[in-house]
């Protein structure tokens, strides 16, 4: 059973693990492919956010947010394998902040071709972290283990 739980991390943990490679990979001086489309969604996000509660979303540089992202994606998901619940919640932030950004469905609508696609991948993000909460609280719900102690021999004279 720990063998079969082993290889389900690792092939969980190999979406995010491979994603934060290529991403590293096409990183580059200005953050690569990945920050010229999170640039326009962060704005949108941001204008949506303002619009209704009235929270001005920080300003940050956009080549920060995609190397946040990478090391969220890469050190979760090598956490995550070894069976560390730190990597699972590294894994939750990172899908907490990107998935209402990257998957806005909510600007789009429900008629167009784009609404489907857009939240047809929101959902599967949200399937993911599903995935993350169950292995936190099945990771939570284990007794661990204690060691036993001996009981003292009783000595007689």
């Known amino acids: 059973m720990a063998f079969a739980s082993f290889i389900g991390r690792v092939m969980f943990a190999s979406v995010f693990i491979l994603s934060a490679w290529q991403e590293f990979n096409d990183f580059g001086i200005d953050g690569g492919p990945a920050s010229k489309v999170l640039e326009p969604k962060l704005n949108v996000f941001s204008k949506h956010v303002k619009t209704h509660t009235g929270v001005q979303v920080p300003e940050v540089e956009i080549k ?3 190397a946040a992202a990478i090391a969220l994606k890469g050190v979760g998901g090598l956490l995550f394998i070894i069976g560390s619940s730190l990597g699972a919640y590294l894994l939750l932030l990172h899908q907490a902040i990107a998935t209402p950004i990257l998957y806005d469905f909510y ?42 102690k001996k009981a003292p021999k009783t000595k007689t004279f």
């Open 107 to 148: 600007n789009y609508d429900a008629d167009k071709k784009e609404f489907g696609q857009i939240f047809s991948k929101f959902t599967e993000s949200l399937a993911l972290f599903g995935a993350l909460l169950f292995f936190i609280g099945m990771k939570n719900s284990m007794p661990r283990r204690q060691v036993k």
């Open 64 to 66: 920060y947010l995609v």
